[in-house]
């Protein structure tokens, strides 16, 4: 009995929808880029139950005869190659035959097609891979496939489905992403309840960033002029033939400025001939470009268009067609690199160095707390013209429990400068120099000051450095501030720098996770709501965590399709960072995370609204408001790094500061 067979037909469609589909957004992915290739100048979209329940696609683009309906839901059968050769240069986004055959073995498939040229249309309707029917209809010019329980005669692939609004997350990101790709086109995505997406053809593409995300999203990013090069080989490559010099590349799009950072590369959108793609090559380039301009951990919004001839790009190099290989990676690599690089120089992008608060007070303070500050300051007029920041050293008066009860206010006063209590002698001898001005009293004080230094050496080469814990921050003792921004603090180990912006904010995440655990917490309602609008990414997740943002203080209600008004903030934040804060909220959750543990989901809120909440960087802080913060940092679970994994405390040993001055 032979042991080779050929599969049946439904096993291998099946086979196959294991590649093409993965969930319903490559339902959605599929038929979308069968319209865009139909020449559809209107794709609409409508999702049920993210997409689990119904999915259908409808455009106006040619359509297909009923002969050629039929005709597509055979394995490989298309429309788009006709030669092996015309794999070569593939110039549309579909090209493998496989998706309506490999959609229709794994759901309950209905598609009705008509074109110009024939007076009716047709009507085919599959239900797990098998013909039910086919008959004529009346249907307007174009192509509408509706696709219903997705996966429901494979119960196994269905158990790995994510939450519906996961789900739908996935596919208002997807028609994102294709409205950007093609301005020009209209596109809507609607579920039965709202409509998330709805933007008409815009005339270039920073009309289409308006439309998708906002006038705040477009002011934070620079266009990159069109930039044209001649393909050609790069250094470590062989040269090219002469004759196909003509072959051009061409890199356009949007770039955020340094000072825009994202947490993850969400907002990082690259098209290779208006077709979204995953690529090793392009991000690599867009790190380097990025270089020296920001932070390791943080990524910048892009959106990059790379058009080049069909030939110089393969892009039959994955099932699903998110990969491409470029005929000339080095050289594509190192072009983008330049075209981002210089648009970000050309911006000169400058670092803005804090700013004394005696004049650039946080936008917390008040008018009259700020004029009063520099009041209590004293500030003169030539130090505040030349912007030199002024380090801020509080008197050191003896310490009370009273201070430590009352309510943590940032208070601001200098101390004024001691007068001279003893004249220094003429240039010589400086023990003889001391022991003149000092009397007795001096010269014997100098001989016990050698001999405690002679111990002091002896003793420091046997020191052993006593590991940092909760204790040595509560036993600190504070000397003042550098810049109003890092306190200087001591103890018997040596010498703590401590970023008061981090340690108030590890402060906050603890106490707002422990108060949100014990119950709902209670916002404070702003004078005037705000409206903030949300991009298509972030409606999904709003709708998925509204409950718990409100039992976060947030009262946040939809006033329109892609629009909420927030009438109320958690405490502590400040009416002009409410949007910012809730905005900030929805970029930082994934999509996929929104489905995991309550616990995760709270500690990702209350992390973001603890650092909108906790002291900035340039606020003065007195000396009792400087012990409450170290007594309080001393007294959480984790006093070394703040929520966002940043350190709050460098610490010098003695030890380390002896071998600095060459003491050991």
């Avoid at 809507?188 to 998330?196: A, S």
């Avoid at 053809?201 to 477009?218: E, K, S, T």
Wanted: aromatic share 6%; hydrophobic share 45%.
């Amino acid at each position: 009995m032979s042991r080779v067979r050929i599969l049946p037909e439904a096993v291998a469609n099946r086979i196959a929808a294991g590649e093409v589909v993965e969930r319903p957004a490559s339902v959605v992915k599929e038929l979308a880029e069968n319209a865009i290739d139909a020449g559809a100048s209107e794709v609409r979209v409508e999702a049920e139950a993210g997409g689990k329940r119904m999915i259908r696609v409808s455009d106006n683009g040619c359509g297909m005869a009923h002969d050629d309906a039929l005709l597509a839901f055979e394995r490989h059968a298309t429309s788009k190659l006709r030669t092996s050769d015309d794999l070569l240069s593939i110039a549309t986004l579909g090209f493998r035959g496989e998706a309506l055959p490999s959609i229709a073995s794994v759901s309950r498939l209905l598609l009705e097609t008509c074109t110009a040229e024939e007076e009716e249309g047709t009507r085919i309707e599959f239900a797990g891979g098998k013909l039910i029917g086919v008959k004529p209809m009346g249907a307007p010019i174009g192509t509408t496939v509706g696709v219903a329980d997705l996966f429901y005669c494979v119960p196994a692939r269905r158990k790995f489905l994510k939450s519906e609004s996961t789900e739908l997350g996935h596919i208002a990101s997807l028609v994102t992403h294709y409205a950007l790709a093609h301005p020009g086109r209209h596109f809507v995505l609607k579920t039965p309840t709202q409509e998330i997406l709805n933007v008409p053809p815009a005339a270039n593409l920073a009309d289409r960033v308006y439309q998708l995300f906002g006038r705040q999203a477009l002011d934070e990013l620079l266009e990159l002029p069109t930039a044209t090069a001649p393909l050609r080989a790069a250094i470590t490559e062989p040269e090219i033939e002469s004759s196909e010099r003509a072959a051009q590349l061409s890199v356009s799009g949007f770039v955020s400025r340094p000072e825009v950072q994202r947490a993850n590369r969400n907002s990082i959108y690259i098209f290779v001939n208006r077709r979204l793609v995953r690529d090793r090559v392009i991000l690599h380039a867009i790190h380097e470009a990025y270089r020296n301009l920001m932070p390791n951990a943080v990524f910048p919004s892009v959106l990059l268009f790379l058009d080049l001839p069909a030939e110089e790009v393969d892009v039959n190099v994955h099932p699903a067609k998110i990969e491409v290989r470029f005929r000339h990676p080095a050289f594509v690599h190192d072009f983008a690199r330049d075209v981002i690089r210089q648009a970000l120089v050309a911006a000169k992008p400058i670092p803005n160095f804090p700013q004394s608060p005696a004049y650039a007070p946080a936008a917390q303070s008040t008018p009259e707390s700020a004029e009063a500050f520099r009041a209590a300051a004293g500030v003169a007029g030539d130090a505040a013209a030349s912007g030199v920041p002024r380090a801020v050293i509080p008197p050191l008066g003896p310490l009370g429990d009273a201070g430590l009860a009352e309510e943590f206010q940032l208070s601001v006063a200098p101390a004024e400068p001691l007068p001279q209590r003893f004249e220094f002698g003429a240039p010589g001898n400086p023990a003889t120099a001391t022991a003149a001005a000092l009397g007795a009293f001096g010269a014997e004080a100098a001989v016990q000051s050698a001999i405690f230094a002679e111990h002091f050496r002896e003793a420091a080469a046997q020191r052993v450095d006593v590991p940092a814990n909760a204790q040595s921050i509560g036993a600190l003792k504070p000397l003042g501030q550098v810049n109003s921004s890092f306190i200087v603090a001591v103890n018997g180990e040596g010498l703590w720098i401590i970023d008061q912006h981090v340690a108030h904010e590890r402060i906050l995440f603890e106490q707002h996770l422990k108060a949100r655990r014990e119950g709902a917490l209670t916002g404070q309602r702003l004078l005037v709501p705000i409206v903030a609008e949300l991009s298509p990414g972030q409606l999904a997740i709003f709708e998925r965590i509204a409950e718990e943002l409100a039992a976060n203080g947030f009262d946040a209600a939809m006033m329109g399709p892609r629009t909420v008004a927030i009438q109320a903030a958690p405490a502590g934040i400040a009416s002009a960072d409410a949007e910012r804060l809730l905005l900030e909220i929805l970029d930082g959750i994934e999509r996929e995370d929104a489905a995991i543990s309550i616990d995760s989901l709270q500690a990702k809120i209350a992390a973001s609204t603890a650092c909108r909440a906790a002291i900035k960087i340039n606020m003065a802080l007195d000396q009792t408001k400087m012990e409450w913060l170290l007594d309080e940092l001393a007294r959480t679970e984790a006093p070394m790094s703040c929520p966002h994994g940043r350190p709050i405390v460098l610490r010098y040993s003695m030890r380390e500061i002896e071998r600095a001055f060459h003491r050991i």
